[in-house]
């Protein structure tokens, strides 16, 4: 069933997206993303393209080409998941082998293209789809200034881990551009509704 699932983050309980560990107890905020069920992502972020994941070889010959977003969403059923950052620990152990492990659900459901996004260069993400062997079943995007995030409303300061800038852990089902789905966990170190086996049963 499509619900948009927005929540309050505590930071009194944030852990380390690297390993669970427990840092210091930080003021209160709430949390409230600009994007949610029936937003239009290219109407939102007009302006804003993400980087294909790719060596640094293929990123000169393209002369550092970047993607569109008309060109990832427009006229296809995408699921998309974000994460805080490549090679660290829960999104490396649990969140994109959730949907590699799923990826034969996914099209029997006739969904397109299953997108792994992170406020990452294109390189990093290349390098890491390669380690976690996922290349083949999603396709990796850098945002590398974390404009994409920003212009959802999805961007998370993770300064307290060394991360600096990133984006909330979340996932989204898109068709034609329109945000049918999204999921938004309360901690960036949580993992229970981004996943491949929660969206699976919303699509």
């Known amino acids: 069933m499509a619900s948009t699932i927005l929540k309050r983050t505590s930071f009194s309980s944030l852990r380390s997206v690297a390993g669970g560990l427990r840092m210091g107890a930080t003021p209160f905020r709430a949390f409230a993303a600009k994007v949610e069920a029936g937003t239009d992502l290219l109407a939102a972020a007009p ?7 790719r060596s640094w070889d293929d ?6 080409a970047t993607t569109p977003l008309k060109d990832i969403f427009r006229d296809k059923r995408i699921v998309i998941f974000g994460l805080p950052g490549a090679y660290t620990g829960v999104c490396s152990q649990q ?20 997108i792994c996004v992170a406020v990452n260069d294109p390189y990093v993400m290349n390098a890491w789809a390669e380690k976690l062997e996922a290349i083949n079943a999603i396709e990796f995007y850098g945002d590398f ?7 959802l409303g999805l961007e998370k300061d993770l300064s307290a881990a060394l991360l600096g800038p990133r ?12 945000v049918k789905v999204l999921n938004i966990e309360e901690a960036p170190s949580d993992f229970k509704v981004s996943g491949a086996d929660h969206i699976l049963k919303q699509i």
């Open 59 to 64: 990123g000169v010959s393209s002369k550092f």
């Open 167 to 178: 984006s909330q852990r979340w996932s989204a089902f898109v068709v034609d551009g329109k």
């Open 47 to 53: 302006d804003v393209s993400l980087q294909k994941a």
């Open 95 to 114: 969140h994109v082998p959730s949907y590699k492990n799923n990826i034969e659900k996914f099209r029997a459901q006739k969904v397109d293209s299953v």
């Open 145 to 151: 200034d974390g404009s994409f995030h920003k212009s």
